[in-house]
Nanobody, 124 residues
Framework: QVQLLESGGGLVQAGASLTLSCTASGRTLSGYAMGWFRQAPGKEREFVAL????????HYASSMKGRFTISRDNAENTVHLQMNRLTPEDTAMYYC?????????????????WGQGTQVTVSS
């Protein structure tokens, strides 16, 4: 069983940067894709980014491309999300996710494993 634990959320002002981290435990995630989703109040869950275990593929939601950067450290079983030029529209609960199958990040049911989430709030 895989457990995912996010950290790094918080309250920041518009224009600031924030880095989220997610550490996996329970097993090594070699071969797994890891990534991030977010969900704002009253809105549907939204894909943010993913990176496969070997880096290929790496995908971003179009609205985050150029502002967000996903990286991972396979030796440490961690994935990070560097978020720049944050706006109030980025306010959401951010969830880490992992799956053996990249396509699951685009399926309605989503990846196999999820973290509990970390809150990001951007004030104007």
């Amino acid at each position: 069983q895989v457990q995912l634990l996010e950290s790094g959320g918080g309250l920041v002002q518009a224009g600031a940067s924030l880095t989220l981290s997610c550490t996996a435990s329970g097993r090594t995630l070699s071969g797994y894709a890891m990534g991030w989703f977010r969900q704002a109040p009253g809105k549907e869950r939204e894909f943010v980014a993913l990176k496969n275990w070997n880096g290929d593929p790496t995908h971003y939601a179009s609205s985050m491309k150029g502002r967000f950067t996903i990286s991972r450290d396979n030796a440490e079983n961690t994935v990070h999300l560097q978020m720049n030029r944050l706006t109030p529209e980025d306010t959401a609960m951010y969830y880490c996710a992992a799956s053996l199958h990249v396509r699951s990040f685009y399926d309605p049911t989503g990846p196999d494993y999820w973290g509990q989430g970390t809150q990001v709030t951007v004030s104007s």
